[in-house]
């Protein structure tokens, strides 16, 4: 899988659950290949953030996304375990941070 069809396939599970009154939502992981944590925010306009809870079937969908992403050639040199990213309603995909690499934790 390229990392274009991983994107989509995130956009396709991420965007039903931006709430009408909003224009996107923050999306967190933590992606290791046994273990993972994923997150999906809505950002008010008045800066406050709530989960918004999603089925287990869509989590493990992205957690396995995540780790494929982290193996497409712009990443697999060294990885990231840990990102942050404001999906919006129009697809488009803001990657806030990627904060640790597997280099990180091993060194």
């Known amino acids: 899988m ?13 965007l039903p659950y931006i709430p009408e009154s909003d224009d ?15 997150g999906i925010e809505r950002i ?5 953030s709530e989960y918004i809870e999603i089925s287990i079937d869509e989590t493990c969908s992205l957690h396995n996304l995540m ?13 990231w375990t840990h990102f942050q990213a404001i999906v919006y309603r129009s697809g488009h995909i803001d990657w806030q941070s990627v904060d640790r690499t597997v ?3 091993v060194h």
């Open 24 to 38: 996107k939502v923050q999306f967190g992981s933590k992606a290791y290949p046994d273990v993972g944590q994923i």
């Open 44 to 48: 008010s306009s008045e800066k406050t």
């Open 67 to 79: 780790l494929n992403l982290q193996k497409c050639q712009n990443f697999s040199s060294e990885p």
């Open 2 to 14: 390229n990392q274009d069809e991983i994107l989509s396939q995130l956009k396709s599970i991420i």
């Open 103 to 105: 280099s990180d934790i």
